[in-house]
């Protein structure tokens, strides 16, 4: 984020002789009385405070979390879903985001509300084409996106840094250094933000361009691999997709079954889902803008699939359609993922949208300063109609490789994801009350460094659990796909 303002030293007092808390000068009067309601905060959620994690006796089982949202999954991939948990406390807390919010709801949280991702672990960042085509780092993930105390997004983040730093075999010390780099990273770009031009705040985003030129001081292998998974995203358009996903058939185009990932939905399950979809893409386009409709019109309709993806989202629906335009070459891929209430409505309220496909649009948009276009809300029709959500499949979408990080690597990722999600938050949140809540020195780093720590505690014993209920045959495991 640029610097709206300029830096003095620490304690230094502004032009008006007022002493400056964050270091900068020339604050409006607006800006320096919010800052000063956000450091009020403290009085009843002290900074100290959000280090603190211990389940009480009354805590919900872990694995009966999981149960309760397997009951409106569907019912053969549950096994998958579990299958992919498993693998190891990382995997497990992707997949746990559940169980998180209902500890989050039992911690001391503060007034400050923003539009939170409600999933914000650090495999849900990554890289995606911008309306422009240029690659914008942000968040990429908005299942579970809901107004609510911004802090519970941030010890998220925290936490899943030190678990999958476990993961790698990393050090305690190690371990720590990435979650208390995420944290600074938030707090120091929201304390830019509050100086900021709330426009500016509005069109500021993470262009991977500008990542690399400030890359400086990276090692040649950081920015070799950050170079190489950039080229991969690129690849991963709608044209790319068509060799990996379709084959000819009879002069045309059908979508390759890949059992059990991706698989034709059998006609018993959902009767004429032909239809089904033709009826859903025409509810699909009314929520789109008319310049997004005219485009859409250019494409037909060609086939359809169930696919299976991600780790959490397994069992909830999600298919894939192919529409063609009148090239061979010219291929849209489009994905459709059912959304179900945000795991953060049962202590954050339910929001403003009822139908939950919109929820996740409309927060995705808020959040991200640049969005897929084709981004787009239905409700399904027939036996088992759902509500869902519409985005491209893969337009330039990327993630970085998490596993086998260096531990240097992985603290710098932690500062990227840090910056992106404090963005993402001063779009919908008060950017002043949050940076004078926060404070100018690392007191709260410091203290969400002992939460994460804490909680990827909670996480290896809540994973331990769930290896148990496997074992002893709670729930059903289908490994390895």
């Excluded at 979809?277 to 699909?284: F, M, T």
């Excluded at 949140?429 to 926060?438: F, H, P, Q, S, T």
């Amino acid at each position: 984020m640029a610097k709206a303002a300029v830096k003095s030293k620490k304690g230094a007092k502004s032009a008006n002789g007022k002493k400056d808390h964050r270091g900068l000068l020339d604050l409006p009067k607006a800006v320096e009385t919010r800052m000063a309601e956000g450091r009020a905060e403290r009085e009843s959620v002290p900074l100290e405070a959000h280090g603190d994690w211990a389940p009480s006796d009354a805590r919900p089982d872990s694995v009966g979390i999981l149960e309760k949202q397997n009951a409106t999954r569907v019912p053969e991939l549950v096994p998958i879903r579990h299958g992919r948990m498993i693998v190891s406390p990382f995997t497990f807390y992707r997949g746990g985001a559940a169980i998180m919010a209902s500890d989050l709801a039992q911690t001391r949280s503060t007034g400050l509300r923003v539009q939170c991702c409600g999933d914000a672990h650090l495999s849900n960042f990554g890289v995606f084409a911008a309306p422009d085509r240029r690659l914008v780092f942000d968040l990429n993930d908005f299942d579970e996106t809901l107004r609510a105390p911004f802090e519970w997004d941030v010890k998220r983040l925290v936490a899943s840094f030190v678990v999958a730093a476990r993961d790698n075999g990393n050090r305690g010390k190690e371990q720590r250094a990435a979650a208390r780099a995420a944290a600074a990273a938030y707090r120091t770009t929201m304390s830019e933000a509050a100086a900021m031009r709330f426009l500016d705040v509005w069109y500021t985003r993470g262009d991977t361009e500008d990542l690399l030129n400030g890359a400086g001081g990276e090692d040649k292998a950081t920015i070799k691999a950050a170079q190489k998974n950039l080229a991969k995203a690129r690849a991963r358009t709608s044209l790319g997709s068509l060799s990996k996903f379709a084959e000819r058939i009879d002069g045309g185009y059908r979508i390759k079954e890949q059992p059990p990932v991706i698989v034709r939905p059998p006609a018993a399950m959902y009767g004429d889902f032909e239809q089904i979809v033709r009826q859903g893409l025409a509810d699909y386009a009314r929520s789109l803008s008319p310049d997004r409709r005219l485009v859409l019109d250019h494409y037909h309709y060609v086939d359809f699939a169930r696919k299976v993806v991600g780790v959490g989202s397994v069992g909830t629906e999600a298919f894939m359609i192919l529409l063609m335009g009148d090239r061979d070459d010219d291929p849209l891929f489009l994905q459709v993922k059912e959304a179900e209430t945000s795991v953060l409505a049962p202590y954050a309220g339910g929001g403003a949208y009822e139908q939950q496909g919109e929820r996740v649009v409309q927060g995705q948009r808020i959040m991200q300063a640049a969005s897929d276009p084709f981004l787009g809300w239905a409700t399904g029709t027939g036996a088992r109609a759902r509500e869902v959500y519409v985005r491209q499949l893969r337009d330039m979408k990327g993630s970085a490789v998490i596993e086998g990080m260096p531990p240097a690597r992985l603290a710098r990722y932690g500062e990227i994801c840090g910056v992106a999600l404090a963005h993402a938050h001063a779009r919908s949140g008060d950017a002043a009350k949050i940076a004078g809540y926060l404070g100018d020195d690392d007191t709260f780093d410091r203290a969400l460094e002992r939460f994460a720590v804490a909680y990827a505690d909670q996480n290896d014993a809540d994973y331990a659990e769930f290896s148990d209920a496997a074992d002893e045959g709670r729930i059903p495991i289908e490994r390895g796909v």
